[in-house]
């Protein structure tokens, strides 16, 4: 069974940074494309960014709010995905979800439970 | 910025048909996913490349598309199908796009 669990969320002050972990399971990671998506409060669905498969070049895009602020990065031996979040914003505040994207489709196939990032001071 | 245009809400009787649509410039080139979000859970995938059903899903769940519009059916509606309803493309750099969101109630 594909699973994927995200951790690393809770409270930072507006400027700070954190890191999100994605501990993958139940596929072979290291061919899937992976994405971050958030969800603020009460709001919609907002796509963070994506990380190919080495395979593919290995290369990350970001959405215009985070870009020069999030990266992204995988670590194929671990299984593991993760999110640096520097700079934050008061507007960062979210629930993020780790997904997958197994078939380099540009879509989501799989989605975490989700970690929460409340940014506040 | 490319965006996708869904209705906020679509209301339906148990047992009838339900039609979310969602508007792009782009869609005619580029592949529609949609997504259910039940409160307080993670979003299901459940039509790919704008009518392809996953494994699991169950066939009162279909896909079409027409132009700048693809359009999620789910007929002989049932109470546990009461969620949000994302659509999904992306544009042709890859930048992935959400719609706003549907929220379906069964009444």
């Known amino acids: 069974e594909v699973q994927l669990v995200e951790s690393g969320g809770g409270l930072v002050k507006p400027g700070g940074s954190l890191r999100l972990s994605c501990a993958a399971s139940?596929?072979?990671?290291?061919?899937?494309?992976m994405n971050w998506v958030r969800q603020a409060p009460g709001k919609g669905l907002e796509w963070v960014g994506r990380?190919?498969?080495?395979?593919?070049?290995?290369?990350?895009d970001y959405a215009a709010p985070v870009k020069g602020r999030f990266t992204i990065s995988r670590d194929d031996s671990k299984n593991t995905l993760y999110l640096q979040m520097n700079s934050l914003k008061t507007e960062d505040t979210a629930v993020y979800y780790c997904?997958?994207?197994?078939?380099?489709?540009?879509?989501?196939?799989?989605w975490g439970k989700g970690t929460t990032v409340t940014v506040s001071s | 910025s490319y965006e996708l245009t869904q209705p906020p809400s679509v209301s339906v009787s148990p047992g009838q048909t339900a039609r979310i649509t969602c508007s792009g410039d782009?869609?005619?080139?580029?592949?529609a996913y949609w997504y259910q979000q039940k409160p307080g859970q993670a979003p299901v995938l459940v039509i790919y490349?704008?009518?392809e059903r996953p494994s699991g899903i169950p066939e009162r769940f279909s896909g079409s598309s027409s132009g700048t519009t693809v359009t999620l059916t789910i007929s002989g509606v049932q109470a546990e199908d009461e969620a949000d309803y994302y659509c999904?493309?992306?544009?042709?750099?890859?930048?992935?796009?959400f719609g706003g969101g549907t929220k379906l109630t069964v009444l």
């Open positions: 997904t997958t994207d197994t078939r380099g489709y540009y879509y989501m196939d799989v």
């Open positions: 139940g596929f072979t990671f290291s061919n899937a494309w």
């Open positions: 990380i190919k498969s080495k395979t593919d070049g290995g290369t990350t």
């Open positions: 782009a869609l005619p080139k580029q592949y």
């Open positions: 490349k704008d009518s």
């Open positions: 999904q493309s992306a544009d042709s750099s890859g930048t992935v796009v």
